[in-house]
C-alpha cells in the first residue's frame, strides 16, 4: 500500500462540463502520475509531475490539465468533458531504489462523461 | 507505434499448470522490465521485476525471464492458482527517464 487516494472513485457528467479528479498521497513522493487505461490500450500516461509546480506532458495529453501545488496532491482536470474521456483514471507514485523506478498505483477513478 | 506489446489478449488454463504470459518491446533503450496484476475494480499492483542485467527474476510462484537479444519477457505462474485470474499488464522503462510503458495487457483465466 502506497498511501494512494483517488476521489471521487466515480462520476458521472455530462459533455462540456469541467471535471476534476484529485490524487493524494501520504508518503512524500516526490514523482506522480495520471494514467487512463480504454480497453486494447493498456495505460496510457496523461500527464506526469517531478515536484511541486513541476508538470510534463504524457502521450494523451490533449484535452487534460494538471497542477500540483502541494507534495501531497496531484489533480487532473478535463477542462470541458468529451466522449471520449469516459475511462478509468488512475493515478501513480513513484519509488526508486538504486537507479530503478518502480510505480504504484491508486484504486482508480471510473469516470463516465454522457 | 507500440513500443511494448502483449500480443496474447487472454489465457486460458487449469489450477495447478504453468501459465506462460509474453511480453515484447522495440526500444532497445528499456533496461528495466515490471509485471503487474490487476483485478477488475482495482488499481495495478506489482508484481515483479527485472533488470536488464539479468536473465531470469524470482518471486514464489512467479519468474519473469528476459531474452535481450530477442526483446522479449515472460512471466511464468506455477502452479496457476484461481486467485490468478487477472489481467497481467507488462510495462518497459529507460534508466533516467520518466515514463513507464505499459502493454495492453492479457486477461488469464485460471479454471478450478
Known amino acids: 500500500d502506497a498511501g494512494i487516494t483517488q476521489s471521487p472513485r466515480h462520476k458521472v457528467t455530462e459533455t462540456g462540463t469541467p471535471v476534476t479528479l484529485r490524487c493524494h498521497q501520504t508518503e512524500n513522493h516526490r514523482y506522480m502520475y495520471w494514467y487512463r487505461q480504454d480497453p486494447g490500450h493498456g495505460l496510457r500516461l496523461i500527464h506526469y509531475?517531478?515536484?511541486?509546480?513541476?508538470?510534463d506532458k504524457g502521450e494523451v495529453s490533449d484535452g487534460y490539465s494538471v497542477s500540483r501545488s502541494k507534495t501531497e496532491d496531484f489533480l487532473l482536470t478535463l477542462e470541458s468533458a468529451t466522449s471520449s474521456q469516459t475511462s478509468v483514471y488512475f493515478c501513480a507514485i513513484s519509488e526508486v531504489q538504486g537507479t530503478q523506478e518502480t510505480q504504484y498505483f491508486g484504486p482508480g477513478t471510473r469516470l463516465l462523461v454522457l | 507505434d507500440q513500443q511494448v506489446k502483449q500480443n496474447s489478449p487472454s489465457l486460458s488454463v487449469q489450477e495447478g499448470r504453468i501459465s506462460i504470459l509474453n511480453c515484447d518491446y522495440t526500444?532497445?533503450?528499456?533496461?528495466?522490465f515490471l509485471w503487474y496484476k490487476k483485478y477488475p475494480a482495482e488499481g495495478p499492483t506489482f508484481l515483479i521485476s527485472i533488470s536488464s542485467i539479468k536473465d531470469k527474476n524470482e518471486d514464489g510462484r512467479f519468474t519473469v525471464f528476459l531474452n535481450k537479444s530477442a526483446k522479449h519477457l515472460s512471466l511464468h505462474i506455477v502452479p496457476s492458482q484461481p486467485g490468478d485470474s487477472a489481467v497481467y499488464f507488462c510495462a518497459a522503462r529507460s534508466t533516467g527517464g520518466f515514463k513507464t510503458i505499459f502493454g495492453a495487457g492479457t486477461r488469464l483465466f485460471v479454471k478450478a
Open positions: 526500444n532497445s533503450m528499456f533496461d528495466y
Open positions: 509531475s517531478y515536484g511541486v509546480k513541476d508538470t
